[in-house]
T-cell receptor, first 115, second 110 residues
Framework: DTGVSQNPRHKITKRGQNVTFRCDPI?????LYWYRQTLGQGPEFLTY????????KSRLLSDRFSAERPKGSFSTLEIQRTEQGDSAMYLC?????????????FGNGTRLTVT | DAKTTQPPSMDCAEGRAANLPCNHS???????VYWYRQIHSQGPQYIIH???NNETNEMASLIITEDRKSSTLILPHATLRDTAVYYC???????????FGKGTTLSVSS
């Protein structure tokens, strides 16, 4: 069990650029979640997948954000036309869907800074 | 919105037990109580979860009141490395996303 892996750890970009983050979940986990966290706040849910299907999206996920999990393994989160308000830590988590109570396991996040 | 209420901060002396309270007065019968913690610049770390009965693992104990409207996370012998933000979360058996509040910042000092 190597844990949830996120890349890159840090990303600095200029306003208006597109960025993409990658998440590799724990290998047998079929659910994958994306969260966003700003300074001093708890993580905020963005979206989740079960296998390759995106089952839920938060209203926080504007149309500039898109997430994919094409083969039900790794996932990518893309932000188009970044804004300064997108600066945050983006967290990925995974879990088993065998029962609803399986805990989520988080990666250490990608910190995005938009200048 | 988060369904739990936690104190914003607590202090604990190293080596003593840390007891972190959580109120979840609107919890329903199929909702579990989860605890996570987050150390600066890391992702949240799962600690423990429970439904009705008290639970214990290598990290902590979870005490849930009989009416399930509140719970306490107990770190039996706090160390400096336990300094973190602790989140109490309720989640139903359908088990989709965890909804985080602001948590309790626990400061352990020597």
């Amino acid at each position: 069990d190597t844990g949830v892996s996120q890349n890159p750890r840090h990303k600095i970009t200029k306003r208006g650029q597109n960025v993409t983050f990658r998440c590799d979940p724990i290998s047998e986990h079929n659910r994958l979640y994306w969260y966003r966290q700003t300074l001093g706040q708890g993580p905020e849910f963005l979206t989740y997948f079960q296998n390759e299907a995106q089952l839920e999206k938060s209203r926080l996920l504007s149309d500039r954000f898109s997430a994919e999990r094409p083969k039900g393994s790794f996932s990518t989160l893309e932000i188009q036309r970044t804004e300064q308000g997108d600066s945050a830590m983006y967290l990925c988590a995974s879990s088993l869907a065998n029962s609803g109570v399986s805990p989520l396991h988080f990666g250490n996040g990608t910190r995005l800074t938009v200048t | 919105d988060a369904k739990t209420t936690q104190p914003p901060s607590m202090d604990c002396a190293e080596g003593r037990a840390a007891n972190l309270p959580c109120n979840h007065s609107t919890i329903s019968g199929n909702e579990y109580v989860y605890w996570y913690r987050q150390i600066h610049s890391q992702g949240p770390q799962y600690i423990i979860h429970g439904l009705k009965n008290n639970e214990t693992n290598e990290m902590a104990s979870l005490i849930i009141t009989e009416d399930r409207k509140s719970s306490t996370l107990i770190l039996p012998h706090a160390t400096l490395r336990d300094t973190a933000v602790y989140y109490c979360i309720v989640r139903d058996q359908a088990g989709t996303a965890l909804i985080f509040g602001k948590g309790t910042t626990l400061s352990v000092s020597s």
